[in-house]
């Protein structure tokens, strides 16, 4: 049962939870984003004995559910529970502490995502994440912990590498965005070998130093299980590809995400290494990439790539020409995902190019818009597009932001793509289109 994003069900929850004891085989339950307050939580607690068999219990976005709310909640969950979401719940160290002596007797809990909650490490008196960290220990079937965005703290992370050392299974760890831990994960990358399952590692946006990513491909080695690793938008990631690259297991990796890390050109050729087995490349904001593509793109190998993300890497009209024969080639022929957004040095030969070529069969988003406070017309190129759009069956998302277009040309576009039922994504407001359009309708409107 997923009622997710409706505001109207906050202070109205009872109207639901009486009824739940007739639908007892409920196996998931998601109330995300429904405005629930103290009384809904407690009403849910209420209910939680008419479902015995839940296994995923996801109450995220709710921001009232932080304090006493949730203590009120947490006994009554069943031993069947999986997973517990508790995204951006406003929880407090108070919480933490109730959380840690939960999770620890929940014998099948595998996931557990407390994201996005900074005050779980506040009021540092109260132990509340010290608490929490050290029950995980006993949640011994635990195989995805995300606290992005939880205030972490070096101090925190030697409360967790304490308990990751009992926890073998765990295949995802999540703490990004806690740019608290700067200058700290030798702290965590001490334990990490014992996490031997372990498949992704998400360290993106943590500020982490020369020093800390030295400490993490210290014990890389030791990761044997490794698909995934996410150091992006850390400055001096880009410094250290080289090494990064020398010590993954690079024929299992899938995705390498090294979007904003001031990438240089040994760090982008080292990177071409790593390529043909990724799943997602994902070198954005990165301006190296600019008149350097054609590495990148060789290096691709067919039916393995689906994600492409370039935006604002300073593409130039031969790198698109380039990609647009990597799609001839048929080496793009899995892609779904195509981001060149932020790329207005591209010229139009460059964008009729790609259009033209083919090849993208299985896209299913794709993004060419330009920056904010920009605008340039698309004439020279849409025809090219719209002959494209035949050929992109799986097309769903078309985003083209401050492309101008004439007002035949608005009509094409926005027939083809809803004709399509692809979500277009632009700007008709400033490309004058709406505006003619609406004078060409003036005249009908006055006769009738």
Known sequence: MDVSWNELIGGSLTTLTSHLQHVSGIRTLKLCSCRLNADDVAALGKAL?????????DLSWNSSIGGSALQGLLGKLHPSLRELHLVDCQLTAVDAAALGGTVAVLPKICVLDVSCNPRLTQEVEAGGFKELAASLSHTVSLTTLRLQACGLTPDSLDALG???????LVRELDLSCNKGL??????????????????????????????DLEALIQVLPSLTALTEVNVSSNKEAGGVVHQLVSVLPLTQMRRLPLNSCRLNEESFTALALVVPYLRSVDVSWCKVVGGRLP??????QPSVIVELRLSSCGLTTDDLRHLAEVCRRGCV?????LDLSYNGSVGDTGWSALFAA???????????S????????????????????????????????????????????????KNRNIRLEWDPDVTGWKASSQEESQPEEEEG
């Open 333 to 337: 022929s899995s892609l779904r995902v």
């Open 162 to 168: 304490n308990s990751l050392r009992c926890l073998p």
């Open 358 to 368: 083919g090849g993208l069969g299985s896209l299913e988003e794709a993004d060419v």
């Open 370 to 417: 330009l920056r904010p406070l920009t605008s340039a017309p698309c004439s020279a190129w849409l025809s090219a597009l719209l002959g494209a759009l035949p050929r992109m069956p799986a097309l769903a998302r078309l985003a083209m932001h401050r492309w101008t277009v004439g007002s035949q040309e608005g009509r094409q576009l926005q027939y083809s793509t």
């Open 49 to 57: 004995p008419s479902v015995p068999l839940l296994e995923v219990l």
């Open 295 to 300: 590495l990148l793109l060789d290096a691709l």
């Open 182 to 211: 700067v200058g700290g994960l030798c702290r965590l990358s001490f334990h990490l070998p014992h996490i031997t399952h372990l498949e992704s590692l998400d360290l993106h946006l943590c500020c982490l130093t020369h020093t």
